[in-house]
């Protein structure tokens, strides 16, 4: 098993450069997850999906969008990059059920925007 | 206000030592849960333990305890017999909420251990 993989691994965009980050898990997990990392703090929920055709925000979603294009498949979409979305994304995939289960983690996107 | 405070910054302590990571949380919910992860410079993130605030003992996995005071609302990982390989960024997690079963982390800034020889 591949677990959570992302695509791209890098980017380097201009402001105002529109891009989509593409996230898959093959656990069969209903809920996945986006977070953002920006230097020396903690991981931000940006948005998530309970389960498929399902999305809601979390603490950060201002400039981005998502779609859950099925139950494997959990994609990011920046609009308009701007340098303050310059961060290491995160994407992320859990069971349901017990509260007990963790979320496993993709290895990150590192995107720049210039 | 900080849902989840991780007071040390950097820790740094010798090989075969135990090391206490702090973290302290603010809800008011009675039903939550918290998670230690742990973050090499590789730059994955690696579950460690989990703790429900209605278990009634402090969660253990190998090498890795949650010293658990509720009425302090704090959850510190300690980690025994200190290695090499367990210098990374720790991060301290609470659940926020569950929403049709996905889980809402809340995550603290982390604290960067550093194991010597």
């Known amino acids: 098993n591949a677990g959570v993989t992302q695509t791209p691994k890098f980017q380097v965009l201009k402001t105002g450069q529109s891009m989509t980050l593409q996230c898959a898990q093959d656990m069969n997990h209903n809920s996945m997850y986006w977070y953002r990392q920006d230097p020396g703090m903690g991981l931000r929920l940006i948005y998530y999906s309970a389960s498929e055709g399902t999305t809601d925000k979390g603490e950060v979603p201002n400039g981005y969008n998502v779609s859950r294009l099925n139950k494997r498949e959990f994609s990011l979409r920046l609009e308009s990059a701007a340098p303050s979305q310059t961060s290491v994304y995160f994407c992320?995939?859990?069971?349901?059920?017990?509260?007990?289960?963790?979320?496993?983690f993709g290895p990150g996107t590192r995107l720049t925007v210039t | 206000a900080q849902k989840i405070t991780q007071t040390q910054p950097g820790m740094f302590v010798q090989e075969k030592e135990a090391v206490t990571l702090d973290c302290t949380y603010d809800?008011?919910?009675?039903?939550?849960?918290l998670f230690w992860y742990k973050q090499p410079s590789s730059g994955e993130m690696i579950f460690l333990i989990y703790q429900g605030s209605y278990d009634q003992q402090n969660a253990t996995e190998g090498r890795y305890s949650l010293n658990f005071q509720k009425a302090r609302k704090s959850a510190n990982l300690v980690i025994s017999a200190s290695q090499l390989g367990d210098s990374a960024m720790y991060f301290c997690a609470m659940r926020e909420g569950v929403y049709q079963g996905a889980q809402k982390l809340v995550f603290g800034q982390g604290t960067r251990l550093t194991i010597n020889p």
């Open positions: 992320a995939s859990s069971e349901t059920g017990l509260l007990s289960y963790e979320q496993y």
């Open positions: 809800t008011s919910d009675p039903s939550y849960g």
